[in-house]
């Protein structure tokens, strides 16, 4: 069971590069998340998928872009990273079936680090 | 908005200690999930609880308890008898959203150290 798979875990980039941080689920789950947790802030959202096909901005959206390549794959895109941009990114999913009222909890990737120099 | 509080930024203890962690959310829907997240030093991050507005009964999970109060729109996380193993950071998060999952907010996190 792969549950959340993110690649890569580590990458230096300088500033101005650009890269695509890519995310898995094995999980059949319909909705998919980017976050990204830099020190003392916890973590904010940049951009969520409720469905294949459908994206939409979090908290935190500029300097990024995502696609939602099917339902497995939602993949983050720096088009030209930034310092600001070094993070720790997190891809996450949750299915959109329900128990006793409560709502599935997301289930995280193990992190990208990201530095931009 | 939705907002969450983690007043306490680093707490540190003694093993056998007993601790509590607070969170303090604000939110205008009368429905909305709250969940508490660990992640210990590895960095993944660890699922522990999951409640609903609605549901206002306190809940214990071994050494775990979490005492939920709408008239102070609070979440408490109490670990009695703290291990080593207890040390990682804490993260308490809302969603309003009607799926509960969808645009969840967290709070900026309690760090935990527990001492032999």
């Not at chain 1, 941009?85 to 999913?93: D, E, G, L, N, W």
């Not at chain 2, 609880?49 to 214990?60: A, K, L, M, P, T």
């Not at chain 2, 291990?83 to 900026?108: I, M, N, P, T």
Request: hydrophobic residues 30%.
């Amino acid at each position: 069971n792969a549950g959340v798979t993110q690649t890569p875990k580590f990458q230096v980039l300088k500033t101005g590069q650009s890269m695509t941080l890519q995310c898995a689920q094995d999980m059949n789950h319909n909705s998919m998340y980017w976050y990204r947790q830099d020190p003392g802030m916890g973590l904010r959202l940049i951009y969520y998928s409720a469905s294949e096909g459908t994206t939409d901005k979090g908290e935190v959206p500029n300097g990024y872009n995502v696609s939602r390549l099917n339902k497995r794959e939602f993949s983050l895109r720096l088009e030209s990273a930034a310092p600001s941009q070094t993070s720790v990114y997190f891809c996450a999913s949750t299915g959109s079936i329900w128990s006793a009222s409560l709502p599935t909890p997301l289930h995280f990737g193990n992190g990208t680090r990201l530095t931009v120099t | 908005a939705q907002k969450v509080t983690q007043a306490q930024t680093e707490i540190s203890v003694v093993e056998k200690e007993d601790v509590t962690l607070d969170c303090v959310y604000e939110t205008r829907d009368t429905t909305y999930y709250l969940f508490w997240y660990k992640q210990p030093p590895s960095g993944e991050l660890v699922f522990l609880i999951r409640r609903n507005s609605f549901d206002e009964q306190n809940e214990i999970s071994g050494r775990y308890s979490w005492n939920f109060q709408k008239s102070t729109s609070s979440f408490n996380f109490t670990i009695t008898a703290s291990q080593v193993v207890d040390s990682a950071v804490y993260f308490c998060a809302l969603s309003e959203a009607e799926g509960g999952s969808e645009k969840l907010v967290f709070g900026k996190g309690t760090k935990l150290t527990v001492n032999p």
